[in-house]
């Protein structure tokens, strides 16, 4: 899930703006291009070397400014590189930090330092040929509220994402340079390439909905930048749930060969997905017990099918819980027993989306627990948090509780009993969705690799998720 601002409408204003400054770029590249930076747990800084020839890095300098710097010449760290460092035509170098030097699975070409360096939310990282200067400056990327940067600053990555640069057209330019960050990088989960691993995803093509169909379908191409011959696989995900399919997505190639490959997404005759709702006779999932179970299926915008049951309980409920719910001790006594009741309910989201509103994966936990008691699996079951969702569409609520954001939107009332709850859930969750559409994300991965090597996001609206066939 991306924020507002990726929405088509903003993607169009910002190339629109990115067209307009690009005639200003000052600075060419020497043949080093930074195309990813990894500020968050898995810490790297990636380059890239857009030309026919070798580049020699003797004598370039890596430096990163926190966001109190506002020179060049003043980095809070600076390394020079290292004897025999050198980046290939068309290849990739890989710089580490911290632990991110020790993971099996990466090829790191340069270990800078063993601790971590980078400050997530903002910072600039800039290589420079010979002492760091504005004359000397090669590439940067600045992200979030930093001091320094090129053009304007980059987003802020969240939480396990990267900034990322954004690909260019295959067959003119590998990734867009218009020497802007904002314009030039995005955000993306990362995607690390060495020099000895690695590869370019383009987007060849972008179709638009098939509506008769109800598939959308894109055209990509892969090209190794890997030493050695090696089988790339084409993935497809998306935070919805949806079915995704691709021709010829397991491809071996060559060193600088390309492919292609057609990639699919199917919504069926419209976007259905399940809301769950749980009210329980405590907060504590090991020690307390489902009391009441709510879900509502909806099929685009409208609501086709609503389950609700009280669960068998032979104790006497909390007063506090009987206050907040209104459910009482006399209401669970003649109710069915859990396992006559949730067996169904699982069957019934098998294999679907469902969406909870829980910023501490309460209804999970709780439905977890319980399956897991009476021997059922709840592993088939894709769970999308409105409560995130909430929070990125309508990020200048004071509170993101339910009930809040319900208000604040006009839906209605929280009651904290399961069914009402879900149907209030399910119609926040839509205004989210339309609020912020969704995305497809493309990744290409080398086989038995942990990490992509190159990933790109496709925009989905949420008016083409939401239309149904009838």
């Known amino acids: 899930m991306r924020a507002i601002g990726t929405r088509i409408a903003g993607v169009m204003l910002l190339l629109l703006f990115c067209l307009g400054t690009a005639t200003y770029a000052t600075q060419s590249s020497p043949g080093v291009l930074i195309t990813e930076v990894s500020p968050h747990q898995l810490e790297f800084v990636e380059l890239y070397n857009p030309t026919e020839h070798i580049v020699d890095l003797q004598g370039f300098w890596l430096c990163y400014y926190p966001a109190n710097r506002d020179s060049w010449e003043k980095p809070f760290r600076k390394k020079q590189f290292p004897d025999g460092a050198v980046i290939r035509p068309h290849a990739y170098y890989l710089i580490a930090f911290g632990e991110t030097c020790q993971v099996d699975s990466l090829t790191v070409d340069w270990c800078v330092y063993q601790s971590k360096q980078l400050k997530a939310l903002l910072g600039t990282v800039a290589v420079f040929e010979g002492r760091p200067s504005k004359n000397t400056l090669v590439d940067a990327v600045g992200w979030g509220e930093t001091g320094l940067y090129l053009g304007d600053p980059a987003p802020s990555p969240a939480k396990g994402m990267s900034v990322s640069r954004r690909p260019g057209e295959f067959g003119l330019e590998v990734f867009r340079d218009t020497q802007n960050n904002l314009c030039d990088f995005t955000i993306e989960q990362p995607a690390p390439s060495s020099s000895e691993v690695g590869a370019v995803l ?118 506090a819980i009987t206050c907040l719910t209104g459910i009482t001790s006399e209401d669970l006594r003649q109710a069915p027993l859990l396992i006559d009741v949730l067996p169904g309910v699982l069957e019934e989201l098998h294999g679907s989306p469902v969406v909870v509103y829980s910023h501490n994966r309460f209804d999970q936990r709780f439905l977890s627990s319980a399956a897991e008691e009476l021997g059922l699996d709840t592993q088939t079951l894709l769970w999308i948090d409105a409560y995130k969702w909430a929070r990125e569409a309508f990020p200048l609520l004071e509170s993101h509780a339910l009930a809040a954001v319900a208000k604040d939107l006009g839906i209605g009332s929280q009651q904290h009993r399961a069914l009402a709850d879900a149907l209030m859930t399910g119609d926040v969750f839509l205004e989210s969705l339309k609020r912020l559409g969704s995305e497809v994300h493309i990744s290409v991965h080398v086989t038995g690799s942990d990490y992509a090597n190159a990933v790109s996001s496709l925009y989905l609206d949420a008016c083409v998720l939401l239309r149904t066939n009838e």
């Open 202 to 319: 383009f987007l060849s093509q972008e179709a638009d909905p098939v509506i008769d169909k109800w598939k959308l379908e894109w055209q990509v191409t892969v090209c190794s930048r890997s030493l050695s011959p090696a089988i790339f696989e084409i993935a497809l995900d998306n935070e919805l749930g949806l079915r995704t399919n691709c021709n010829a997505c397991n491809q071996e190639l060559g060193p600088g060969e390309c492919a292609e490959a057609t990639v699919q997404m199917d919504i069926g005759s419209g976007y259905g997905f399940y809301v769950l709702d749980l009210e329980t006779s405590g907060f504590s999932a090991e020690d307390n017990q489902i009391i009441d179970i709510g879900w509502a299926h909806y099929y685009g915008e409208e609501v086709v099918q609503v389950f609700s049951s009280f669960v068998h309980f032979d104790g006497e409920l909390n007063p």
